[in-house]
């Protein structure tokens, strides 16, 4: 998977040791008509190449890079797919991830709910070996943590949720 380069650099100086960085989680929605039902409420997924788990795009936020931009990036990067920001979802703290290479990250995570706009889902960057819609009542199986990310995106509110 691609390190960002400015990782790299901070690497070349700290080795293994942990890395606190920011992330972004998008969820992408789109409505697909039919005749029978009116209309599905589907959800962009990708499969991970690193691990074969199905997550909504993720990613990690560039020095100085605004957060519904990054996660838009990503989206377009990872996916093929065109899409806005429409609302801040959560706001988290990953666990720590300890990576092949004996790297440590953990991320604060902005998860963030999408629109979709236009464009096929495919893997697009190496990222993901698959990229494409599933209806929201058809999801594959997900870590827990990234079914709450999916799940603050869904819910019909406003605000952002977050832990105390």
């Known amino acids: 998977m691609p390190t960002p380069e400015f990782v790299l650099e901070l690497r070349r100086h700290i080795g293994t040791a942990p890395l606190w960085l ?8 789109r409505e697909r008509r039919n005749s029978s039902d009116g209309g599905v409420l589907e959800v ?6 690193d691990n074969g788990a ?7 936020i560039d020095p100085g890079e605004e957060p519904a931009v990054a996660a838009a990036r990503e989206v377009l990067e990872e996916s093929g797919v065109v899409a806005t920001a429409t609302r801040l979802a959560s706001v988290s703290v990953t666990e720590e991830v300890v990576y092949d290479n004996g ?29 494409r819609w599933f209806a929201v009542g058809n999801l594959p199986p997900m870590s827990e943590r990234m079914r709450a990310r999916l799940d603050s995106a869904l819910a019909e509110r406003g605000e952002a949720t977050f832990r105390v």
Not at 44 to 49: G, I, P, Q, W
Not at 111 to 125: I, K, L, M, N, Y
Request: glycine letters at 8%; charged letters at 20%.
């Open 22 to 29: 920011s992330g972004v989680t998008a969820v992408v929605l």
């Open 44 to 49: 962009l997924l990708v499969r991970r190449a």
């Open 54 to 60: 199905w997550t909504p795009v993720t990613g990690i």
């Open 103 to 131: 790297d440590r990250s953990q991320y604060l995570d902005l998860t963030f709910r999408f629109t979709w706009a236009s464009g096929d889902p495919h893997p697009a960057d190496g990222e993901n070996t698959e990229a």
